[in-house]
């Protein structure tokens, strides 16, 4: 896999060290990439024992906490990435919100929580990501869209998530098409249930049997998958909705 060294990617969505996004700032910062991520309501600290442990990897490491349900966030996490580090090439749009609700429980205020940060947040992202690039005249660049497989399956009493997540994979495929001439790939990705915490021993047990591999999915899994998606090998790649578990997709509140 082609040397990352020298490229600077932002990850939305780093809130604890067993989540995806923790494990994509470690793949990435093994190949050398300068890291920028961001959290929200994590434990005391959090953010300087990561970075601490990311710097290890001898990379540049900052970090913000960002409510991103405010709009305005947006500006500020690329003021603060453009001041820091620079022009970032890697984009990872991690962060998200999923709650239990079902037809009888739906409702808009629900509805707007999940929307603005699964869908808006991710959206205004993406578009000042690539205006920047632009601007600054930069040659390759990769936009990862984490969602659920809402094609693959249904997700029941997750229905303002499976939605929000639904308009993830139309706005991928469509900002694809736009990016393609400034050398953007755009791509989503569908690691599946993966263990990062919430399954009990009995969910894990459920789960495990539906899974070709004899496995559930780990944090590193989708981590691999992003590290080859923002490569040179993966440059003729967008455009896709990649689910990537291996087995039928099962909600985890049924289980």
């Known amino acids: 896999m082609e040397n990352l060294n020298k490229r600077i990617a932002i990850i939305t969505g780093v809130s604890h060290s067993r989540g995806i996004g923790a494990a994509i700032c470690r793949r990435l910062a093994q190949e050398g990439v300068d890291i920028f991520f961001t959290y929200w309501n994590a434990d005391t600290n959090w953010d300087l024992h990561f970075k601490k442990e990311l710097k290890n990897y001898n990379i540049r490491c900052h970090s913000i906490e960002a409510d991103l349900s405010d709009p305005t966030s947006v500006n500020v996490i690329f003021d603060q990435v453009a001041s820091q580090l620079g022009i970032p090439t890697i984009l990872v749009n991690n962060a998200a919100v999923s709650t239990q609700d079902g037809y009888l429980n739906l409702n ?53 998530y499976a939605a929000s997540k639904g308009a993830i994979s139309a706005f991928t495929l469509s900002l694809s098409a736009e990016l393609a001439p400034l050398g953007i790939a755009v791509n989503a990705l569908n690691p599946g249930p993966t263990d990062t915490g919430w399954m009990t021993p009995e969910i894990k047990q459920a789960l495990t049997p539906k899974f070709l591999s004899g496995r ?40």
Not at 137 to 154: D, H, K
């Open 108 to 160: 808009a205020k629900t509805l707007d929580n999940h929307y603005a940060v699964n869908v808006r947040a991710a959206c205004l992202l993406s578009v000042e990501f690539a205006r920047r690039f632009k601007e600054a005249q930069l040659v390759r660049g990769s936009i990862i869209n984490m969602t659920s497989g809402q094609a693959q399956g249904p997700m029941p009493c997750e229905l303002a």
């Open 216 to 255: 559930v999915g780990e944090p590193e899994d989708a981590a691999n998958i992003v590290a080859f998606l923002t490569s040179e090998e993966a440059k003729w790649i967008t455009g896709q909705v990649i689910n990537a578990k291996r087995g039928r997709r099962i909600s985890k509140r049924l289980v």
